[in-house]
């Protein structure tokens, strides 16, 4: 017989803490979004409701998509309209939300040091304080649960700022490793409902291309693990945008 309940166990009470906290917050926004209820919690666990429904197919990515876009755009609505990407953000229920860029620089260089990119590149992506705030949470698809018409987000771990379309960029990433090349239709769709959601706010074709390679460099080292089973270059379904002769991926067709 299945639980009812799902109990995730945590390495530290901070990190627990952290999670609960990034919990509350989120299912504080009024999105509309079905995030599962914390039941209860001690210093190493939390308690969540469990959720009936199945890991998203590519099918369902442009559904997943806008669940995302409505996420963010609740957020931005009703803290992120005063946060800085270059800064980290205190809450009105004092919540602290770490900035884009310190979290993931280091990381990033790393990365592009084994790969051979231009960290240059990376650090005009990464460094854009002026552009609207949405947030970060982990973007693989497995943290989507699809039940019939509804789509569930599940998994509170970490929470920083991030600029609109850096977390669609993760799913399409992760989910491009996890189950091969994503037909250029459904990538369309799943933009197409990203932005409809987010409106005003945008998320530029040449920004997501950007930001997919940033979640290339930082799942490298997941490569063969996770269900991560084929590298970002050989089903990426457009030109890589940091290549040396790429100067304008702004021109690609999405």
Known sequence: MTSVLFVKRYDGPERCAAAAAHHAWLTGLGSGVRIPHL???????????????VTPGVVDLPRVAATLGRLHAAAYRRELHAARLDRSHTTSAGLVIPDFATPRRRALHRAAAVTGVDPAAIDAVVDRPH???AFYKDPNVRNYLVDGENIAVVDFDDLTLAPFGYDLAGLLVTTSMMYGRIDEHIIARCLDAYRTEIAPNHCHADDLLRYAELHHLLTLRYLGRNGYRQPWPTVRPWPDPFAPDRSDPSKEPL
């Open 39 to 53: 039941r209860g919690r001690d210093a190493r666990h939390l308690t969540f409701e469990r959720l009936a429904g």
């Open 131 to 133: 552009l609207p705030a």
